[in-house]
């Protein structure tokens, strides 16, 4: 048999020889084919020339050659003596895969929602490979990968790690234009070798054989990992398991767990994990061959055939070294069974980035400096400081989540511009997170530092534009500490319970537009001092039930405009707790005995006051369901209908008669009291607890005279802390002080009891209409001034008046009564009308101490102890029948 002889080629740049003396060409999928060539040549080149140069080894028997394409890497040239100018030196030639460039180059770049044949092919594209240089044999189709990146790492490194991590594997194959890369992920489906598919195992057979064959045969079997677990979690869905699990029939109690798998969709974690174990399982049979077969190449198949122990059958190269080495050439193949589908093993390690970096927010193009660009979940996007390629802009970077400072639902998002700390889950590049923010030279520290080191703040400004700013500070310098709250427009504060609020000293609330207060239920106010209301404008109260004022010390209501109070059921106003007003003078007595005599008259007399109040209430609660009538004829009346009196009268015949009514409210006068008469009971018990509280020895439980106590003019309508004038005359004054017209509305009853005086002041015209009756207990004088017209409706009146009444209207003076009217008075009772007086109502009963003055110009009624004086130029008397039952004296 003839023994075949090896043909050999070699060309890079101005070298083209056959006088090949040797070569290394080593094949194994996912690396980079490379070659060793030494060869003489019969001129001189120069190695500058050569790198870079492409180049091509051929080689063969008869049949097709194995042609090895490539790239010069490396020169080195060994002359000797014999070798005039370096002519014939010897040539070491190293030619690498064009793929073998990608290890030259290392960069930082990102790659964002393209799946791994795109970033490769983008990869390749920039070294020079292009599309028709690479071949993309794939089976199966891959996800988008959101956030990619290359750092610090050869583009080599960088796609191989990809390819790895998909099980996808590459190898170099000639073409028309020279090398092809060709990228596989199925290896049951590749093609067989050039040739004859078939090659025999032919024991002892000589590599230069008259056929290929396979003259020796290595067979290894190793143990491998026969399950892989891999689990994630997927941010969106963090509560859904999303663990996968791939085993082998065998091995399967050889376990490898992955966290985190790098997968968000449980189908992509179920392929990951099938392709992890494939590649664990690839290499578990090999089956190793040493042939004079140029053919063999890594990524093809061959069928070997006459081989022992049921070796025969279709083997998948995975790995192909061919030698020529002192004439002698051999052929050295790593295969696995055709059937197992091959995967090539994870070797690249992946960067890992150490501790944080940072990177500047940014937004699509035009976005004004500290606006907000950010998606549903709070994540922005950022720039980094590596990141030569991309723009200034959201293209930068995927959307990136944001790390809060509390778990408990804060939210703070960064603003465009902003220069992050962003760190890596588990180092891993491709999982950033922004953890915080930093200030520079741009966006400075919101104060100046470090006058204002003590100051803790958190501030934003306003959104888009930065105009504005919100800001909650917390100032700590000693002896000025201070918590700020502003709010650039709107600030909304809700409490789903209750709201406590405590302010150690003075406290400031400045409104410059509306304010409107709601409560759903009750609402009280406490004063220790002095309580200010100040309206510039008009002020309205409306109360739909019951209202109660209870001031214990002095109460005063000045208005400077109009002022209109509507009350839609009762409105009871108390001036001044007696008892508290006399505990406060008895505060004063020096001796023991004094103060407790003073509680005793002033526990006496708070019971007195809760007695008359119900006495004089309880008949006129009784009148409120009689009244719809009578008010429609009041309010005609009030309109200037005086046609309407007929109505008015008729509405009254359904009331209690004057002396029913009149028995019901003489209670007041006639009920249980201390001694000292019926007009001067409340003044009785005051004068005790003043005589207790005042030391002066004697009877402190002795009868009051009646008369009336001393009442001063009262403050003026600001409600400040009671001054001395005050407390002369005790706490409980009610001064009211309106500047212009005065308008009140009650829809039931309206009672006001006063431990003082009541004073009114109105500067124009006063109104008041109430529902039901107007019921004022007045234990010091009661003056009230009016300087336009007085218009009064009600359906019953009762006042009771522990000193002098008087009453001056500047206009004139109308009174509305549907029921009984009642006056006690302590005093003296004066009314004064600067225009027409009109009364109109049931039974009227004045009950004064002193004298009852009516006068009309130069005519005037004078009622009192001793009589009833009429004076007048001319009185008329009209009646059926006059009966004197005493003499009249005519003056």
Same mark, same amino acid.
């Given at each position: 048999?003839?023994?075949?002889?090896?043909?050999?080629?070699?060309?890079?740049?101005?070298?083209?020889?056959?006088?090949?003396?040797?070569?290394?060409?080593?094949?194994?999928?996912?690396?980079?084919?490379?070659?060793?060539?030494?060869?003489?040549?019969?001129?001189?080149?120069?190695?500058?020339?050569?790198?870079?140069?492409?180049?091509?080894?051929?080689?063969?028997?008869?049949?097709?050659?194995?042609?090895?394409?490539?790239?010069?890497?490396?020169?080195?040239?060994?002359?000797?003596?014999?070798?005039?100018?370096?002519?014939?030196?010897?040539?070491?030639?190293?030619?690498?895969?064009?793929?073998?460039?990608?290890?030259?180059?290392?960069?930082?770049?990102?790659?964002?929602?393209?799946?791994?044949?795109?970033? !490769?092919?983008?990869?390749?594209?920039?070294?020079?490979?292009?599309?028709?240089?690479?071949?993309?044999?794939?089976?199966?189709?891959?996800?988008?990968?959101?956030?990619?990146?290359?750092?610090?790492?050869?583009?080599?490194?960088?796609?191989?790690?990809?390819?790895?991590?998909?099980?996808?594997?590459?190898?170099?194959?000639?073409?028309?234009?020279?090398?092809?890369?060709?990228?596989?992920?199925?290896?049951?489906?590749?093609? @067989?070798?050039?040739?004859?598919?078939?090659?025999?195992?032919?024991?002892?057979?000589?590599?230069?054989?008259?056929?290929?064959?396979?003259?020796?045969?290595?067979?290894?079997?190793?143990?491998?990992?026969?399950?892989?677990?891999? $689990?994630?979690?997927?941010?969106?869905?963090?509560?859904?398991?999303?663990?996968?699990?791939?085993?082998?029939? =065998?091995?399967?109690?050889?376990?490898?767990?992955?966290?985190?798998?790098?997968?968000?969709?449980?189908?992509?974690?179920?392929?990951?994990?099938?392709?992890?174990?494939?590649?664990?399982?690839?290499?578990?049979?090999?089956?190793?061959?040493?042939?004079?077969? +140029?053919?063999?190449?890594?990524?093809?198949?061959?069928?070997?055939?006459?081989?022992?122990?049921?070796?025969?059958?279709?083997?998948?190269?995975?790995?192909?070294?061919?030698?020529?080495?002192?004439?002698?050439?051999?052929?050295?193949?790593?295969?696995? @069974?055709?059937?197992?589908?091959?995967?090539?093993?994870?070797? =690249?390690?992946?960067?890992?980035?150490?501790?944080?970096?940072?990177?500047?927010?940014?937004?699509? +193009?035009?976005?004004?400096?500290?606006?907000?660009?950010?998606?549903?979940?709070?994540?922005?996007?950022?720039?980094?400081?590596?990141?030569?390629?991309?723009?200034?802009?959201?293209?930068?970077?995927?959307?990136?989540?944001?790390?809060?400072?509390?778990?408990?639902? &804060?939210?703070?998002?960064? $603003?465009?511009?902003?220069?992050?700390?962003?760190?890596?889950?588990?180092?891993? @590049?491709?999982?950033?997170?922004?953890?915080?923010?930093?200030?520079?030279?741009?966006?400075? @520290?919101?104060?100046?530092?470090?006058?204002?080191?003590?100051?803790?703040?958190?501030?934003?400004?306003?959104?888009?534009?930065?105009?504005?700013?919100?800001?909650?500070?917390?100032?700590?310098?000693?002896?000025?500490?201070?918590?700020?709250?502003?709010?650039? $427009?709107?600030?909304?504060?809700?409490?789903?319970?209750?709201?406590?609020?405590?302010?150690?000293?003075?406290?400031?609330?400045?409104?410059?537009?509306?304010?409107?207060?709601?409560?759903?239920?009750?609402?009280?106010?406490?004063?220790?001092?002095?309580?200010?209301?100040?309206?510039?404008?008009?002020?309205?109260?409306?109360?739909?039930?019951?209202?109660?004022?209870?001031?214990?010390?002095?109460?005063?209501?000045?208005?400077?405009?109009?002022?209109?109070?509507?009350? #839609?059921?009762?409105?009871?106003? %108390?001036?001044?707790?007696?008892?508290?007003?006399?505990?406060?003078?008895?505060?004063?007595?020096?001796?023991?005995?004094?103060?407790?005599?003073?509680? $005793?008259?002033? %526990?006496?007399?708070?019971?007195?006051?809760?007695?008359?109040?119900?006495?004089?209430?309880?008949?006129?609660? &009784?009148?409120?369901?009689?009244?719809?009538?009578?008010?429609?004829?009041?309010?005609?009346?009030?309109?200037?209908?005086?046609?309407?009196?007929?109505?008015?009268?008729?509405?009254?015949?359904?009331?209690?008669?004057?002396?029913?009514?009149?028995?019901?409210? #003489?209670?007041?006068?006639?009920?249980?009291?201390?001694?000292?008469?019926?007009?001067?009971?409340?003044?009785?018990?005051?004068?005790?607890?003043?005589?207790?509280?005042?030391?002066?020895?004697?009877?402190?439980?002795?009868?009051?005279?009646?008369?009336?106590?001393?009442?001063?003019?009262?403050?003026?309508?600001?409600?400040?802390?009671?001054?001395?004038?005050?407390?002369?005359?005790?706490?409980?004054?009610?001064?009211?002080?309106?500047?212009?017209?005065?308008?009140?509305?009650?829809?039931?009853?309206?009672?006001?009891?006063?431990?003082?005086?009541?004073?009114?002041?109105?500067?124009?015209?006063?109104?008041?209409?109430?529902?039901?009756?107007?019921?004022?207990?007045?234990?010091?004088?009661?003056?009230?001034?009016?300087?336009?017209?007085?218009?009064?409706?009600?359906?019953?009146?009762?006042?009771?008046?522990?000193?002098?009444?008087?009453?001056?209207?500047?206009?004139?003076?109308?009174? %509305?009564?549907?029921?009984?009217?009642?006056?006690?008075?302590?005093?003296?009772?004066?009314?004064?009308?600067?225009?027409?007086? %009109?009364?109109?109502?049931?039974?009227?009963?004045?009950?004064?101490?002193?004298?009852?003055?009516?006068?009309?110009?130069?005519?005037?009624?004078?009622?009192?102890?001793?009589?009833?004086?009429?004076?007048?130029?001319?009185?008329?008397?009209?009646?059926?029948? !006059?009966?004197?039952?005493?003499?009249?004296?005519?003056?």
């Amino acid at each position: 048999m003839t023994p075949r002889t090896l043909s050999t080629f070699f060309r890079a740049h101005a070298i083209a020889s056959r006088d090949v003396l040797g070569f290394r060409v080593e094949h194994r999928l996912g690396l980079v084919t490379r070659a060793e060539v030494e060869l003489r040549s019969g001129a001189y080149v120069d190695p500058d020339e050569l790198l870079g140069s492409p180049a091509t080894l051929a080689f063969g028997r008869e049949g097709p050659e194995h042609e090895v394409h490539g790239v010069v890497t490396d020169v080195e040239i060994t002359a000797t003596p014999a070798d005039h100018d370096l002519q014939g030196a010897l040539y070491r030639i190293h030619v690498a895969s064009w793929m073998g460039l990608l290890e030259r180059e290392v960069d930082c770049r990102i790659f964002q929602d393209k799946d791994v044949k795109e970033i !490769v092919s983008e990869v390749l594209r920039r070294a020079g490979i292009d599309d028709q240089r690479q071949s993309w044999r794939l089976v199966s189709s891959y996800p988008k990968r959101v956030h990619c990146v290359q750092y610090n790492e050869s583009s080599l490194a960088f796609v191989s790690r990809l390819l790895e991590e998909e099980g996808i594997y590459f190898h170099a194959e000639s073409g028309d234009a020279g090398e092809v890369v060709v990228f596989e992920d199925d290896s049951t489906s590749s093609d @067989p070798i050039d040739g004859d598919k078939e090659v025999p195992y032919r024991l002892g057979a000589g590599l230069a054989g008259a056929e290929d064959a396979i003259g020796v045969l290595t067979r290894r079997c190793r143990t491998a990992t026969g399950k892989v677990v891999l $689990r994630d979690v997927d941010f969106e869905a963090p509560t859904l398991d999303q663990t996968v699990t791939a085993a082998a029939d =065998t091995d399967a109690d050889l376990e490898v767990y992955d966290h985190p798998g790098l997968y968000t969709d449980r189908r992509e974690g179920e392929r990951l994990a099938r392709v992890r174990l494939e590649a664990l399982q690839a290499e578990r049979a090999l089956l190793e061959l040493e042939s004079g077969c +140029p053919r063999l190449m890594a990524g093809r198949w061959l069928k070997l055939v006459d081989a022992p122990d049921a070796l025969d059958g279709d083997h998948f190269i995975t790995a192909a070294v061919h030698e020529l080495r002192d004439g002698v050439y051999l052929a050295r193949a790593t295969t696995v @069974p055709r059937s197992v589908r091959y995967r090539s093993p994870r070797r =690249t390690p992946a960067p890992i980035i150490e501790g944080p970096q940072t990177a500047v927010v940014v937004a699509p +193009p035009g976005a004004p400096t500290e606006d907000i660009h950010t998606d549903a979940h709070g994540r922005c996007k950022i720039k980094f400081h590596w990141d030569r390629h991309g723009e200034g802009d959201d293209t930068a970077s995927c959307w990136i989540r944001v790390a809060q400072p509390q778990a408990s639902g &804060a939210i703070l998002l960064p $603003r465009v511009g902003w220069e992050v700390i962003v760190e890596f889950l588990e180092g891993n @590049p491709d999982r950033p997170i922004v953890t915080g923010r930093v200030f520079n030279g741009r966006f400075m @520290p919101p104060y100046a530092l470090p006058e204002g080191k003590s100051r803790t703040a958190l501030r934003t400004s306003s959104s888009p534009g930065g105009s504005g700013a919100n800001e909650i500070r917390l100032e700590d310098r000693a002896g000025s500490e201070e918590i700020s709250i502003r709010s650039q $427009r709107n600030t909304t504060l809700a409490t789903a319970n209750d709201k406590t609020r405590s302010t150690g000293a003075h406290e400031s609330k400045s409104v410059k537009v509306d304010a409107r207060l709601t409560v759903g239920a009750d609402q009280k106010i406490q004063v220790t001092n002095g309580y200010l209301s100040t309206v510039d404008g008009a002020q309205t109260a409306t109360v739909g039930g019951n209202r109660t004022v209870q001031v214990s010390a002095a109460f005063g209501l000045t208005a400077r405009g109009a002022s209109a109070a509507t009350v #839609g059921g009762t409105h009871k106003e %108390m001036d001044g707790n007696p008892a508290s007003a006399l505990l406060s003078l008895a505060g004063k007595a020096p001796t023991e005995a004094a103060t407790a005599e003073a509680r $005793r008259a002033l %526990m006496a007399l708070d019971r007195a006051v809760v007695a008359k109040v119900d006495q004089v209430m309880a008949p006129v609660h &009784a009148l409120e369901s009689q009244l719809g009538d009578l008010g429609a004829a009041m309010d005609a009346l009030g309109a200037g209908n005086l046609g309407a009196t007929g109505k008015a009268l008729d509405a009254t015949a359904s009331l209690p008669s004057p002396a029913a009514f009149g028995a019901s409210l #003489g209670a007041i006068a006639g009920g249980p009291a201390p001694p000292g008469g019926d007009a001067g009971w409340l003044e009785a018990l005051l004068g005790r607890g003043r005589e207790a509280g005042s030391g002066r020895p004697g009877d402190a439980s002795g009868a009051g005279s009646g008369a009336s106590g001393e009442s001063g003019a009262g403050p003026d309508g600001g409600a400040a802390s009671p001054s001395a004038s005050d407390s002369a005359t005790g706490p409980g004054h009610s001064v009211n002080v309106c500047a212009s017209t005065h308008e009140e509305k009650v829809g039931g009853v309206r009672a006001t009891i006063a431990a003082a005086g009541i004073h009114t002041t109105v500067g124009g015209a006063r109104t008041q209409r109430v529902g039901a009756a107007r019921v004022e207990l007045v234990a010091g004088a009661r003056v009230e001034t009016c300087l336009a017209d007085k218009t009064e409706k009600a359906a019953g009146l009762a006042v009771v008046s522990g000193a002098p009444e008087s009453e001056r209207v500047g206009g004139s003076r109308t009174t %509305m009564v549907g029921g009984a009217v009642i006056d006690r008075i302590g005093g003296s009772h004066t009314v004064v009308a600067g225009g027409k007086g %009109m009364f109109i109502g049931a039974f009227h009963e004045v009950d004064a101490a002193g004298a009852i003055l009516l006068k009309c110009g130069p005519s005037e009624v004078v009622i009192d102890g001793g009589g009833v004086t009429i004076k007048a130029g001319l009185v008329t008397i009209t009646a059926p029948n !006059v009966r004197l039952k005493r003499n009249v004296s005519l003056m």
